[in-house]
């Protein structure tokens, strides 16, 4: 369009009459590929139309991207001009996707050829045009075919009798013939080419666990290594976790180190933030001579797979003065006109151990390609998940260079955005190529703000692109929420997170063992933050919810329903306090119903609302909800249902409701 | 990004760090061109944002097409990384418009420095910095504002006082002298170029008035002439229409001519249906000898414009058996196979007067330059506006080619678009250049109806390029509305179209004289319908609604609020047969309140709520109503007020909203 003036119209073929338009799902037209993992659906809308009333012809176009041919799926007419056609990405990678539409000659005759008979015109003449456009395919239709079509049309041509002749016109044999030798030379073909990045299942589905490896000694004031982190596996693995993420096990610098509770100066016990990378022992590519050596790294990740879990590192582009890019490379950081090196801050706060790169350099061509160094490396040791350290500080493009040349030779990898900042923001860095995302679930806490926000995340147009990873805590957040809610706050913010999001995630043992201190009022950084000090936690303490977790996690493996999240809606329930909502497997055959009192400190109780018929359930036959929490039982019949929770026992109920089956001898069970 | 695979990210310079999306308006991705009239704003708004929290410049671009240098216009941020910005297009034709932005250095250097001082920082080499930013300045400042920057610099270096450093630093005139020289070597250019046309007043608001030049004459029997169409130009200027349409005046064929009510043979008296084009006299370059010359045209045009109309004529691209294109291009017909030419039919109807145009032909190039080449003709001889009848029926491309091809040297014709169709495939030809549209008004008659539509037309996005013309009656259309509410119904469907479209338009006299005969019960055609015969009205009749419709037409032209579209509202009111409705002028000085009984057979009254804070009245002040269709006046005060509407006598109000104004010697009036 660009380039030329409006009035200059360039017209290819005046004959192609189809218009596509309005194609779903598209991102930003076309500029970011949607996202699907192996063996999900992609259904693709369109309005698809021509001047008057022709009958039209309009396939959906797929193919892997290194794939020369295109498949074909033919699309179906919704009424209103709407089309729709579906295909399945069976493969990881990129696929592509398009549309081709075109009139279809023999259709609307035959349509118009109805309609006259219908109304008992005289067709000799409309049977003899008939007999022109199937002699006209013909050639198009390979020996056999081509002959059956002549033999259509010599019949058609031969035949006397009137009622004869429009009965072998409009037989469905000749119709499945023709419309395989379709004339396509005026087809019109849309104009874009659009994307799906296509992942691996734990893209969609994933329980994330991050821990601190130094502080996984088994002895009190030790230096926790690899080892015993490995040691600290089958506790992990018990709570049910597939993911294990590790904060960054780089060599951490001494200049400018922090103290305990982030105080300027640290002392010389103190062991820095693991943030601060970069030392004399080397830099983003080495680990920290305290957690071992890069051989028991790999020690530790093929342990961790041993147990169902992969590990996952981060990606904190960032140094410490002492990082061995500052000789190598100075031109990659920010000089002050003192001569000293910009540190990073956010005036007025300072990061004085953190130096930024100098992304507006201009080696940022060699930046970049040591930063994919990085990761490269990282693959090599078997890390296959990575979690981007404040990517929004970071130019856009560069991510997305990164991830999509990343994922072209490797596309199992998959990348967490740990982006907390402005929402538009977020999304980019989710469009451009993150698998997944933070998300503002920790600060949505009433039924009002949860509903919003995963209305928007999962029936808007961002879900096809953003996946959300939601976390109750982080190392950088103790929710007011969790400091005033204690234990049953803990409890019932991970059944939201592990029930909204088929995707979650917790920074432990802090959040099993339900530590709530900050730092300070109004403050969400934790007391004696685990950023600064290596802690002794005690994972035997009487309130941790690992048992709970186990269930949890537990409950999400065993039901599908819980492993996607477009499924998800809201139910009203007569209680503001008291939050219901659905998810169901595609087939409705996996139906979990949960809810949760909202409010940590008192008892609450009201009366659900479900769209029985939307859930397959018959509003005259009793249904049973099988609380997988707590194992009861309860017999329901209609819509309206009543429901309590004490949030000092357990603020949540997760429901798999079960349909009344009645056996030949009369004898009901429930499915 | 086609052709490319998804991990070749071609990266033309990663330090443009600044992201342009989400650009509105745009057309279907820029694919089409919004709409304006002279003289009015283009307000574009975008999502704008870097990586980090620097601070971005966001200039909005735009040029008239054949300039070569844009005209730039800074954006201003309205929060959540939005930016809006505005230009006015003041000539007739084509605009474009963009967007470039860019990381502001010194303007983020000037956020930091603020926070920094705010926190008592130490910001000596903070000052430095900005030293440096100014310093690099410099060079792209002309000679005297460089050597302002460079003592800025100076300045800055040489002071001692801390203190007076930062005042100095943060003083306004180095902002506002910096800012007129950034640096863009990094800045990102959006990368479509967003069209605007350009149309004249009448595209905004027209009333039209189509007449049967052949039923003008004066006495009766008698085939009307321009002549008599000339005469009856007073009548219908004094009803205050501004656009005088008529139907096609070209030869009518003979062969297959339709007799009264659309009976399939002609009599030897018939004169058959205008739109079945082209005899032995000529086709769609010739006048029909009844109606005169060439010259008689040319003389009515002249005449019209004088009273203030211009004359409107059909664009009905479709041909008789004896229009000479059968003869000279037998190539542009759908030929069957017993050798007769394809008809118009859209089964079971057939239209045997009349040939479409075969769009398929190998020709279609040679077509199209002959139906363009009409358009010229009858631009010579004065017309500037056309009615494109069935455009739904010719392939969009050839529209898209046609219209732009002729506004290029004419943007002052406008072309009206008669598709009665599918929404698509109208809100299709209006994107493609069709300057305005018929609508489905003449059937929506419920509250509900008008309101749902009318908030799509105006508040939805079709409104950047779809312009709806409203007519309650044409020689097609007489609604079951019509047939049955009798007088107050015409009166009522008046006031709805003339008030809620700034573009509207009736066929008289027929609509005038209320003349609500039906062919046969359930059908829409006019019993003794014009298009098939002579008509001879009788202008007379007591109940002509000419008196009503010229004070509404001069209410139009006096109130600005009724000669555009965006501002229309609906007001609530506690009866399902009253409709209440405001619009208003840009700066509110003009404002229209409706009030419409819907029931054309009794007399409602209701309770309407009007949004007095929007409309910027003084809630605890009345305000006077002034009914300009009765002359009545009413003092209402706050929100709700009484009205009832007695459809016999006149089933509407038209108030104009008079504000209170206080004199020096407190003697109140409205204004």
Redesign the interface.
């Known amino acids: 369009?660009?380039g030329r003036?409006?009035?200059?119209?360039d017209?290819q073929d005046?004959?192609?009459?189809v218009?596509i338009?309005?194609v779903k799902p598209e991102v930003?037209?076309?500029?970011f590929?949607i996202k699907r993992i192996v063996g999900e659906q992609v259904v693709v809308e369109a309005?698809i139309?021509?001047?008057?009333?022709d009958a039209l012809s309009c396939l959906l176009l797929y193919r892997k991207?290194?794939e020369p041919q295109w498949k074909e799926i033919p699309m179906e007419p919704l009424g209103?001009?709407r089309w729709r056609g579906s295909f399945v990405v069976k493969e990881l990678g990129?696929y592509r996707y398009s549309i081709t539409a075109w009139v279809d000659r023999f259709s609307t005759w035959r349509?118009?050829l109805v309609?006259?008979v219908?109304?008992d015109?005289d067709v000799s003449?409309d049977i003899?045009?008939g007999?022109?456009i199937i002699e006209e395919a013909s050639p198009r239709a390979p020996d056999i075919d081509g002959e059956k079509l002549q033999a259509w049309a010599r019949r058609l041509r031969s035949k006397e009798d009137p009622s004869e002749r429009v009965q072998l016109a409009l037989d469905d044999e000749l119709v499945r013939l023709i419309a395989r030798y379709p004339d396509t030379r005026?087809s019109t073909a849309y104009e874009?080419?659009l994307?799906v990045?296509v992942d691996r299942d734990k893209a969609r589905f994933s329980a994330w666990y991050e821990v601190f490896p130094r502080s996984c000694a088994s002895e009190p004031g030790h230096h926790g290594t690899f080892k015993h982190c490995e040691d600290r596996l089958p506790y992990i693995a018990a709570m049910g976790f597939d993911v294990l993420y590790l904060p960054p096990i780089h060599p951490i610098g001494r200049t400018h180190r922090k103290g305990k509770n982030n105080i300027p100066e640290a002392g010389p016990e103190d062991t820095g933030s693991p943030w601060a990378i970069g030392s004399e022992e080397g830099g983003h590519k080495a680990v920290h001579p305290g957690l071992g050596t890069l051989g028991d790294f790999r020690h530790l990740v093929t342990k961790a797979e041993e147990q169902g879990m992969e590990v996952a590192i981060d990606l904190a582009f960032q140094c410490t003065h002492d990082h061995p890019y500052v000789e190598e490379h100075p031109g990659w950081f920010h000089w002050?006109?003192?001569g000293?090196i910009q540190h990073a801050?956010?005036?007025?706060k300072k990061y004085e151990d953190i130096y930024p790169l100098n992304?507006?350099?201009e080696q940022?061509?060699d930046l970049?390609e040591e930063l994919k160094d990085i990761v490269l490396f990282w693959l090599d040791q078997g890390v296959r998940i990575f979690r981007a350290d404040n990517p929004?500080?970071?130019?856009?493009?560069?991510w997305?260079?990164l991830i999509?040349?990343v994922?072209?030779?490797h596309p199992e990898v998959l990348f967490l955005s740990e982006a907390f900042t402005?929402?538009?923001?977020m999304y980019?860095l989710a469009k451009l190529g993150f698998t997944q995302s933070y998300t503002y679930f920790a600060w949505r806490n009433t039924k009002w703000e949860i509903t919003q926000y995963f209305t928007e995340l999962y029936h808007g147009e961002v879900r096809e692109f953003f996946r959300p990873n939601l976390w109750p805590n982080t190392p950088d957040i103790l929710t007011e929420y969790l400091q005033m809610g204690g234990r049953p706050a803990f409890m019932l913010r991970l059944v939201l997170a592990a029930t909204l999001g088929a995707n979650y995630g917790i920074y432990g043992p802090a959040f099993e063992l339900c530590e709530n201190r900050p730092k300070e009022f109004g403050s969400e950084e934790y007391l004696d933050s685990e950023k600064y000090e290596i802690k002794q936690w005690d994972l035997t303490r009487p309130q941790s919810l690992k048992d709970l977790i186990a269930r949890v996690n537990r409950i999400r493996r065993q039901n599908p329903a819980l492993q996607s999240d477009w499924s998800l809606r809201f139910h009203p329930v007569d209680n503001e306090q008291l939050i219901c909502y659905s998810k169901h497997s595609e087939d409705l055959s996996n139906l979990i119903v949960v809810v949760v009192n909202l409010d940590p400190h008192h008892t609450h109780g009201g009366w659900i609302e479900l769209p029985l018929s939307y859930m397959g359930l018959d509003p005259n036959r009793p249904y049973q909800v099988h609380d997988l929490l707590s194992d009861a039982r309860y017999l329901w019949q209609g819509p309206r249902n009543y429901v309590e929770l004490n949030p000092h026992i357990i603020p949540a109920h997760i429901f798999q409701v079960r349909r009344r089956v009645r056996t030949e001898r009369d004898f009901d069970y429930y499915l």
Do not use: Y
């Open positions: 369009m660009n003036n409006t009035g200059d119209i017209v005046g004959r192609s009459r218009v338009e309005g930003d037209g076309g500029r590929p309005d139309f021509a001047d008057s009333n991207e290194d209103n001009d990129c349509q118009g309609k006259k219908e109304d015109q003449v003899l045009a007999v022109e005026l874009k080419e994307m990045v002050r006109p003192d000293t801050e956010n005036p007025p992304f507006e350099t940022w061509k970049w929004h500080t970071k130019p856009f493009v560069f997305e260079w999509n040349g994922k072209k030779d402005r929402p538009k923001v980019r």
